[in-house]
């Protein structure tokens, strides 16, 4: 078991400055995520580590000992490094590739053992890739070299690995496939494990610390779930984000979202009347396009009020799991008459929320342009009783600044011609 130590770690590529006050602590048994944004900083971090780069000031301690103090040989033993970037000029076997890996554990001019062999072939089979043991190297896909790479560098029976986007050339199933073994290996086998990882929710799902990098400085480091969230999303990597929880992994899942164009000017004040997560679509769509936005009445507690605070979208709200109040509804109606057009997407009502319906009525009764939005029949979310819900809508689809519109896209269209 080895503990690897980045203390006050900067480096330079000639007079610039990449990285500035490095400081980590990685554990046996402990992986850790890089995440920034292209030019922050990662792989740097990573070739400073792995001795590529010698740091300008600071130390990188393995087990208390300078890695810059120790031989080639001596690193290679205990740490192993997968890079991004894998040209091999010699048309080896992808067998004779992974043999590589046996090298430090070789004295000169020393011939593989049979020992060395069987744990070549293991790590083949550990990463899927013993069928490929006698095809040149040079013939292979890149995901599929890619892996034996990976191989390699477990048949150097590391204690610490680097990798350096080790899914980049890998298909979906590869990569889940690849990073299972990776976690497996980090938690089993007590590997101090460091990756590059571009996909948040990649590094979500399998690390145990993430390190968010912005500007060659540490932005922040902690826990997956301190550290992926809407505010630093944001800050690093300059898009906005909603944040659930992944219902089969228990941990953070980031959706991003598009940039918002710039504020539309003329009739772009649009109140939308929505709950229990059907107006979440509706909301980012007409964000994105720069539209002034607002909502009510939401629940604290729905789903699509968390979108109105990710977005930034004034919202009507009251306490959870209670019926709409008159202050609610009153302030709701206000919001309505300063609204250049009403939307209603298709909310599930009962008889605590049954008063947005009955302000979208009044919007009708105002002349303000209303969108009904009409994806799942009434009669399949009426819980009011003697089905008052439904007599309500049957009411606003008659009146003439009325528009039935299937789904929001069809929605932005709609809006998109007006302006023409």
């Known amino acids: 078991m080895s503990t690897i130590t980045v203390n006050g770690v900067e480096c330079r590529y000639g007079a610039t400055k990449i990285l500035t006050d490095i400081t980590l602590n990685i554990k046996p048994g402990h992986f850790i995520g890089i995440l920034g944004p292209n030019g922050s900083g990662k792989t740097t971090l990573l070739k400073s580590i792995s001795r590529v780069l ?19 040989k001596q690193i290679a033993k205990k740490m192993a490094v997968v890079p991004q970037y894998n ?32 744990i070549a072939k293991k790590a083949m089979q550990q990463t899927n890739t013993y069928n490929l043991a006698n095809r040149p190297i040079n013939e292979l896909s890149g995901g599929e070299a890619q892996r034996v790479i990976i191989a390699r560098a477990l048949a150097q029976e590391p204690k610490i690995l680097l990798l350096d986007e080790p899914m980049s050339h890998l298909d979906i199933i590869n990569q ?12 089993q086998n007590n590997i101090a494990t ?6 948040l929710n990649m590094a979500s799902r399998y690390c145990d610390t993430i390190l968010l990098i912005k500007n060659g400085k540490i932005f922040t480091l902690g826990p997956v779930e301190n550290v992926l969230t809407t505010e630093n999303i944001q800050n690093v990597f300059g898009i906005d984000s909603i944040i659930r929880k992944n219902p089969i992994t228990n941990t953070p899942y980031v959706i991003p979202l598009s940039p918002k164009k710039p504020l539309k000017e003329k009739n772009s004040s649009i109140h939308i009347i929505c709950g229990a997560g059907t107006g979440t679509t509706t909301m980012k769509t007409l964000h994105d396009e720069g539209y002034n936005i607002t909502t009510g009445v939401l629940n604290v507690a729905d789903s699509d009020f968390e979108t109105c605070e990710t ?5 009507i709200t009251d306490p959870p799991f209670s019926a709409i109040t008159d202050k609610a509804h009153q302030a ?22 049954i008063k947005n319906l009955e302000a979208t009525i009044e919007a009708t009764r105002l002349d303000i342009p209303t969108y009904i939005i009409d994806e799942t029949p009434i009669e399949n979310r009426d819980y009011t009783p003697n089905k008052t819900a439904t007599t309500l809508m049957q009411q606003l689809k008659k009146h003439k600044n009325v528009t039935i519109i299937k789904n929001p896209t069809e929605l932005l269209t709609t809006l998109k011609n007006q302006q023409k």
């Open 54 to 72: 010698k740091p300008h000031s600071g130390t990188i301690l393995i087990d208390k000992e300078n890695i810059y103090t120790l031989k080639p």
């Open 311 to 315: 977005l930034k979208i004034l919202s």
């Open 87 to 118: 040209d091999v000029n010699f048309n080896f076997t992808a067998l004779d590739i992974v043999l590589m890996g046996r090298n430090p554990h070789l004295n000169d001019f020393q011939m593989e053992t049979p020992k060395d062999i069987e």
């Open 194 to 199: 460091i990756a590059v990882i571009h996909d």
């Open 332 to 353: 709701n109606l206000t919001m309505i008459k300063n609204a250049n057009m009403i939307i209603l997407t298709p909310t599930p009502f009962g008889i605590g929320n």
């Open 176 to 187: 889940i496939e690849l990073m299972d073994l990776v976690k497996k290996l980090c938690t």
